[in-house]
Nanobody
């Protein structure tokens, strides 16, 4: 069993910053990729940013230049630094991990989500 636990969401004014964290724990052999997705009310879940164990990153166009994804492989933790936040960034943010479990099986897991609200 693997758990992804997110933290760091909240309410912030436009132009402000937040940092999200997601820690993976449990029966993990290795984690290939970790990422952040978001889902706004009435919209589909979309990729925000992702990072591989080698450090390669991918960003959605809407957040490029404002958000930075990073990870600590030793802690199985991924971070999302969000700067210059806009009201349209308001959504539930979900952590995702592609990993091999302790039985060497490829698996994909989601966190429970953390709310980010950008409003004055």
């Amino acid at each position: 069993q693997v758990q992804l636990v997110e933290s760091g969401g909240g309410l912030v004014q436009p132009g402000g910053s937040l940092r999200l964290s997601c820690a993976a724990s449990g029966s993990i052999f290795s984690i290939y990729a970790m990422g952040w997705y978001r889902q706004a009310p009435g919209k589909q879940r979309e990729l925000v940013a992702a990072i591989t164990d080698g450090g390669s990153t991918t960003y959605a166009g809407a957040v490029k230049g404002r958000f930075t994804i990073s990870r600590d492989n030793a802690k199985n933790t991924v971070y999302l630094q969000m700067n210059s936040l806009k009201p349209e960034d308001t959504a539930v943010y979900y952590c995702n991990a592609d990993l091999f479990n302790s039985d060497y099986e490829p698996m994909n897991y989601w966190g429970q989500g953390t709310q980010v609200t950008v409003s004055s």
